[in-house]
């Protein structure tokens, strides 16, 4: 699915691309403005493998984070790491 949305074949509102990220807000969100923002390469593990990539992935959440923060005027803006079924974030 999330290849579709690079490819831009799944339905998706795109907050934010470049070429190594993108940032999309979440379908069904458990709170208003989530969004998720993921790495343009497959990684087999993300934490292990994608260790160039980490700085700009995080600058990327940073400003999300503060712009959703700008817009939404949230109580606490939080960052979670998902795919628990998945081996990306391991």
Wanted: with cysteine; hydrophobic share 45%; proline share 4%.
């Amino acid at each position: 699915m999330f290849c579709g949305i690079w490819r831009g074949l799944e339905r998706a509102y795109v907050a934010y691309k470049d070429d190594r990220v993108i940032v999309i807000m979440d379908l069904y969100p458990l709170e208003r403005g989530q969004a998720l923002v993921m790495p343009r390469e497959h990684f087999q593990y993300l934490l292990r493998d994608a260790w160039r990539l980490m700085e700009h992935f995080y600058l990327v959440s940073s400003a999300t984070a503060r712009a959703l923060k700008e817009l939404y005027k949230p109580k606490a803006v939080v960052m979670l790491a998902r795919g628990l079924r998945s081996p990306i974030t391991t």
